[in-house]
């Protein structure tokens, strides 16, 4: 792959030299708290912060040399967590080179801070080999320990629809107490495998115990109901979407994939009446999962359940009409 190639992070075809507001994600591909400790405080989530270590330090004083070397760039927010740094940054006019070039020249001034403290812990360590893979290999105890940190690239992506920067600007705000939250509550969090319901096995993330109820009910808009709605006549539409909040409301968990936008608009309403439901996902879950926004508060306070029949795939873009019929029938299975 050549250096060209391997710098193709987006689309072909875009400059990304122009005005624009960007979110960018450096990771420490060991997900060791390299960059800072989390320190919860009277264990209240809300009062979460992060003490940077040396290294978190000159991860975020590298920020402030790439706006120096480049004045058309300002930091809008920026979190440092134990593991990685978000940040998002506001191009305010055209530049000579990339957004991208921007970053790399940032990831390969935290990659020298990287080395450094390698360099420094293999210095602190004994002279003697640390595993018998070493001993075999005759290498020395600084050889087996100087491990690279930043060997993954930053992720970087543009915000451009309505809402998406308030929305961006929010997470990053609130990573260190959905971190102390995930910490404080891990039962809920934990991707947990094999959930077996009548014939089917889901992964699960959330609360489990919301399948040891008594009444369910599913969540599925019909096509004809929206047809009948878009020809002027909604009541069927209104009365089934009222029906699916009146019997929340008297202690029956909905179950639903809340695909469509009048499926989505009765989960609004559940979450905001903080009823208890069983969300069914397209797909899996990945390292590190965590529900966003909203879902994340529900799943903390454990009225939420997430399902997926299906392992994560990180390709994965959009629903298909197949998984669509195929979740719908899940959640008539869970409720019947």
Known sequence: MTERDKWQWQEPGRAWKGVGVYHITLTVPSREPLLGTLVISDDDP??????????GNAVVDELYVMCKHYPAIRILQFCLMPDHLHVIIHVRHVMDTSIRAVVR???????KHGRAYTLSVAAELNSEPTNEGAKRQGTTNEEAYLFPIFTERPFIRPLSRRGQLHTMIRYVQMNPQRLATKRLRPGFFRVQKNITIGNRSYDGVGNVGLLMLDSYCPVHVRRAMVEKANGGDDKELRDYKNACVLKARQATVMVSPFISPDEKEVMQVLLKEQSPFILLTDNGFRDYYKPADALF???????????????YDSGKRHISRADCVALNAMAEEICF
Do not use: F, H, M, N
């Open 46 to 55: 809300s009062k979460a912060r992060i003490e940077r270590t040396a290294l």
């Open 105 to 111: 020249g940032y990831w390969q001034g935290v990659k």
């Open 297 to 311: 508060d529900a799943c903390a306070a454990g009225r939420l359940l997430i399902l997926s029949p299906w392992p």
